[in-house]
């Protein structure tokens, strides 16, 4: 039997093939030229929901590059559906290729998974059980493939590749640089950079924070112009998204910022 | 920590904190991504999936995003590794499934009546990103407040 052949009978046995040519009924929830989206019968939460192509392809590589950017785009707006629809703030996507990664279709398909506070679905919660030194290693192995099949992908969307700095570029902060030197934005920079109780405050207690750059000097030189609830927002996020690299939870522990010893930064007292 | 690709959305890194050999964590910098963002995270994830087989030859990937597109992770997997992502299936009637998707389907008839927004086009090289206020300053510790993972 040919390779074609064997993609045929695979197609021809294929039950989401059936429902996708309304041979086996479905919930759907979405549907055009080129993808579906149904309630997934096995679901791990309420609205679970898994996203297809129409036409039967068993791995991710093998879809061709529009039905997958299509597919893609579309994922975002079925979440945003599903966010509605089921009063949830947070949708997990999960992929599997390949049975060792459970991928239990020959029908390549994901699952968009609507996600609870207390749901009890700790499996995408990843355990550190891998050395990281050696892990750094195989994967600075393709680092070079990567990067090629990234510039391509960037090339063929007319997205621009963005030069970043390397890592050997990247100043590194000791703590104790002369911030008499700098400009006005570095030093509030800096200040975020050496003091958690000022970070704290500006992700926690934005408000208060802009009270005090309104009502003492000192506060409003070194704000400047910047927008306080912004920058509460981008470094809610990122050192959310820091304390996840280092402690694996979701959780941001909430340490309650102390404004007062904040203050003593500028030599003020609140 | 590796960082093995960066552009204005995405950088890419091998895990801190590991669960398989062949673990890269894709943070993705924008605060409200646009569909071609999720575009992007989603093919950076695809594309590294791909250079993972090539290059250690495991029996299968995984891609797991969450956080609200805040962070992906792909993963190498072996047969023998220690990971599994099987759930307990809910049991849910039929109507309730029926309730389920009607809803559902209505929130993505809506969405799909509306005027999607333009996409956020990524910054360019030499073109500094504004957030929040923030003045233009080459400077990779105002680089890292507007890396919003």
């Not at chain 1, 340490?255 to 203050?263: E, G, I, R």
Request: proline share 5%; with cysteine; hydrophobic share 40%.
């Amino acid at each position: 039997m040919t390779q074609e052949e064997m993609l045929q009978a695979q197609k021809d046995s294929c039950v989401f093939c059936k429902i996708i040519a309304g041979e086996i009924p479905s919930d759907k929830v979405y549907e055009d030229e080129h993808i579906v989206a149904l309630l997934d019968i096995n679901p791990a939460s309420k609205g679970h929901v898994i996203v297809l192509p129409k036409e039967h392809f068993p791995i991710l590589p093998l879809i061709p590059f529009s039905v997958m950017q299509h597919m893609f785009k579309k994922t975002h707006h079925i979440i945003g559906a599903l966010k509605d629809a089921m009063i949830v703030s947070d949708v997990t996507v999960f992929i599997a290729n390949g049975a060792a990664a459970g991928q239990q279709s020959p029908h390549f398909l994901y699952h968009l998974i609507p996600r609870e506070d207390k749901d009890q679905l700790h499996m995408f919660t990843l355990p550190k059980t891998f050395n990281s030194d050696e892990n750094e290693l195989a994967v600075k192995g393709f680092s070079d493939r990567y990067e090629q099949l990234m510039k391509a992908y960037l090339q063929e969307v007319n997205r621009e590749v963005v030069e970043v700095p390397s890592q050997s570029q990247v100043p590194v902060s000791d703590g104790a640089e002369d911030v008499s030197s700098q400009e006005p934005l570095d030093v509030l920079i800096q200040k975020i950079h050496d003091n958690d109780d000022l970070k704290m405050a500006i992700i926690e207690r934005p408000g208060e924070v802009k009270s005090m750059i309104a009502s003492d000097k000192k506060w409003a030189e070194l704000f400047g112009s910047v927008d306080v609830d912004e920058l509460s927002k981008n470094l809610r996020a990122m050192t959310a998204a820091r304390f996840k690299e280092h402690h694996n939870t979701e959780k941001l522990v909430g340490t309650k910022a102390n404004l007062d010893d904040v203050s003593t930064l500028f030599g003020v007292n609140k | 920590m590796s960082v093995i690709f960066e552009d204005a959305t995405i950088l890419a890194q091998s895990s801190q904190q590991a669960a398989v050999k062949g673990h890269v964590s894709i943070h993705v910098k924008t605060v409200e991504p646009s569909e071609d963002d999720w575009a992007e995270v989603m093919s950076a994830a695809s594309y590294c999936s791909m250079a993972l087989f090539e290059s250690l030859q495991p029996q299968g990937t995984n891609i797991i995003i969450s956080e609200h597109l805040t962070w992906c992770d792909v993963l190498a997997r072996t047969e023998t590794d220690t990971l599994s992502f099987q759930w307990q299936a809910l049991q849910l009637s039929k109507d309730e499934m029926s309730s389920i998707a009607a809803r559902i389907r209505s929130a993505c008839d809506q969405l799909g009546s509306q005027e999607l927004p333009a996409p956020q086009r990524p910054q360019v090289l030499g073109e500094e990103q504004k957030v929040g206020g923030l003045p233009s300053k080459k400077n990779y510790l105002l680089k890292q407040l507007r890396r919003v993972p």
